[in-house]
């Protein structure tokens, strides 16, 4: 069985979309806790004051009922509550009437380190708004919904899935006041940890099934990261070989964790502990030099709300990244149409372990 997310939404558009396949019959979900995954991901010191205006919440329209999985694709939705002040700006059709509100001029100056000047080049773009609205960080929410549903999932086989922020940079208030006292950002760190997963998720047979490079994709694919480590990462390469590895006891259990849980591109029965690095968000109250678009003269960046740090943010989405892709894993092991089937072939496999 395969699990499979398709999502869709822009920033300031109407709502954000997520498609779930693959899922067995008979999961219950739970809205509040969703929704509390929501709120935990607009939260954290530095956030934007778009935060105040959205109150991120789920709608399912499709693949639950009574709060149980049907085994059909499930759809998530989370609103926009901005979107009211965009309505002529990102009206998905030719909008009637004189332009009103926000996003009614075209951006001509793109960030550093955004995708807005990449976007109009591969896109053959003008505005760059058309590239800027799909490449922000906002819609990891429905991402993070996902991840909450993957969660539900795998509390099912007893695995808990959680991140936090590292205690540096832009978890950091003083430096958060700091940063946005010099109209700067910050970037900073984050680890996600996953206990119970059993041993044998992931295999070493395709590079594609690497369960390591399928963390490292998942959590390198969201807004901002720039590095991705497994267990003790980058720190690895200044070891020995004597220093480096886990040695295994008689049950088969390790004394310490320095592979964060996998070996080979399978999971070890370890905690799996996947750490990720992000950089200061670009958008910059300070703008950096760029070029106007109009006119191709030197100009300075645009300026727009922004958050001075999203480090707290971010280990809520990567928590959401890990566990959706420990899911799909769990699902390629174990299987079944019913979640009885599922959690049987897990039970049955811990046995014969
Ligand atoms: C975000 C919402 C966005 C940004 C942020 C993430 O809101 P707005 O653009 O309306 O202020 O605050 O996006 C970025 C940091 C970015 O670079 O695009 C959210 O909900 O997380």
Redesign the pocket.
């Known amino acids: 069985m395969i699990l499979e997310l398709a999502t869709a939404g822009e920033?300031?558009g109407p709502a954000l979309v997520a498609i779930v396949s693959g899922l067995p019959a008979g999961l219950m979900l739970d809205k509040d806790a969703i929704d509390a995954d929501l709120r935990r991901?607009?939260k954290g010191y530095g956030r934007?004051?778009?935060?105040q205006i959205?109150t991120d919440e789920v709608e399912v329209l499709a693949g639950l009922r009574h709060g149980r999985t049907l085994g059909t694709p499930l759809a998530l939705v989370v609103r926009n509550r901005?979107h009211k002040n965009w309505t002529w700006g990102m009206n998905p059709w030719p909008p009637d009437g004189e332009p009103e509100g926000k996003g009614t001029k075209p951006v001509t100056l793109p960030r550093p380190g955004?995708a807005d000047l990449a976007g109009v080049q591969k896109f053959g773009l003008t505005d760059v708004r058309d590239a800027?609205e799909r490449?922000?960080?906002?819609h990891?929410?429905v991402y993070v919904a996902a991840g909450a549903v993957a969660k539900a999932l795998l509390r099912e086989i007893g695995i808990e899935v959680a991140g936090e922020a590292l205690p540096e940079a832009g978890a950091d208030p003083a430096a958060v006041d700091a940063a946005r006292k010099d109209k700067d950002t910050l970037g900073g760190r984050v680890q996600v940890r996953a206990r119970s997963v059993p041993p044998g998720l992931g295999s070493y047979a395709r590079r594609e099934d690497r369960l390591d490079a399928r963390l490292a994709a998942a959590v390198m694919g969201i807004?901002a990261v720039k590095g991705v480590e497994i267990g003790d990462g980058f720190a690895l390469a200044g070891l020995r070989g004597s220093e480096a590895h886990d040695e295994i006891g008689t049950d088969k259990r390790r004394t310490s964790n320095r592979a964060g849980g996998i070996e080979a591109g399978v999971s070890n029965g370890e905690e799996i502990v996947v750490r990720a690095a992000m950089k200061p968000?670009?958008?910059l109250m300070k703008p950096l030099g760029s070029v106007d678009l109009a006119t191709g003269e030197p100009a300075e960046a645009l300026v727009?709300?922004?958050?001075v740090s999203?480090v707290e943010?971010l280990a809520v989405v990567a928590e959401a990244a890990v566990a959706w892709e420990l899911a799909r894993a769990a699902r390629e092991k174990f299987g079944g149409d019913a979640l009885a089937d599922f959690v049987g072939a897990w039970r049955a496999y811990m046995e014969r372990l």
């Open positions: 920033s300031h991901r607009q934007s004051p778009r935060q959205e901005d955004h800027l490449a922000s960080a906002r990891t929410a807004q968000l670009p958008t727009e709300r922004s958050d999203a943010a």
